[in-house]
T-cell receptor
Framework: QQQVKQSPQSLIVQKGGISIINCAYE??????FPWYQQFPGKGPALLIA?????SEKKEGRFTISFNKSAKQFSLHIMDSQPGDSATYFC????????????FGQGTTLQVKP | GAVVSQHPSWVICKSGTSVKIECRSL??????MFWYRQFPKQSLMLMAT?????????EQGVEKDKFLINHASLTLSTLTVTSAHPEDSSFYIC???????????FGSGTRLTVV
């Protein structure tokens, strides 16, 4: 119930292409779904987040698509750049004040020039 | 935006000694902070949830006597790895919950190496 499943484990995309990473969750109490970007030796940095009352959110080249009925959400990176090469984590948490953030397994993205 | 400062960024210690890691929320009050451990090429594993002024809640399998957590103020939480051993070597990351903005901000992490 607490799991967040993320795929693929790794992804190679050509520069300018679209990177797509998918996540699925089970706990219907989750109501906050962020995506984080992590570079080696650094802490995760928030990219974009969504609540279940909207089906899509876009910020620059990053878009979250959310399917509440399927309990799935995905990250799309448009016009992928070599600087986007990093590890991406989806996560989910319930809305309580002490709600834990549960992470997916991570996706290592490599954008080839 | 919300900033969380974590120190030190890396530390090397001898086996059997203790190491303290600090996590500070710089521009917001964090009633709840979280401590994670991350092994190479793996996801973040939640170790414990730290609430200001009360005892931390540890995840199953995490030794609370080895990983001492103190959250004495609304802006500071500390993780002390006691009697460290080489198997405790890892990347430790803290996170603070900004209740007003409903976000989780992460520190930059601490690389602990026990020799």
């Amino acid at each position: 119930q607490q799991q967040v499943k993320q795929s693929p484990q790794s992804l190679i995309v050509q520069k300018g292409g679209i990177s797509i990473i998918n996540c699925a969750y089970e706990n219907t109490a989750f109501d906050y779904f962020p995506w984080y970007q992590q570079f080696p030796g650094k802490g995760p940095a928030l990219l974009i987040a969504i609540r279940p009352d909207v089906s899509e959110k876009k910020e620059g080249r990053f878009t979250i698509s959310f399917n509440k009925s399927a309990k799935q959400f995905s990250l799309h990176i448009m016009d992928s750049q070599p600087g986007d090469s990093a590890t991406y984590f989806c996560a989910a948490s319930p809305s309580s004040n002490t709600g834990k953030l549960i992470f997916g397994q991570g996706t290592t993205l490599q954008v080839k020039p | 935006g919300a900033v969380v400062s974590q120190h030190p960024s890396w530390v090397i210690c001898k086996s059997g000694t203790s190491v303290k890691i600090e996590c500070r929320s710089l521009d917001f009050q964090a009633t709840t902070m979280f401590w994670y451990r991350q092994f190479p090429k793996q996801s973040l594993m939640l170790m414990a949830t730290s609430n200001e002024g009360s005892k931390a809640t540890y995840e199953q399998g995490v030794e609370k006597d080895k990983f001492l957590i103190n959250h004495a103020s609304l802006t500071l939480s500390t993780l002390t790895v006691t009697s460290a051993h080489p198997e405790d070597s890892s990347f430790y990351i803290c996170s603070a919950r900004d209740v007003q903005n409903y976000g989780y901000t992460f520190g930059s992490g601490t690389r602990l190496t026990v020799v």
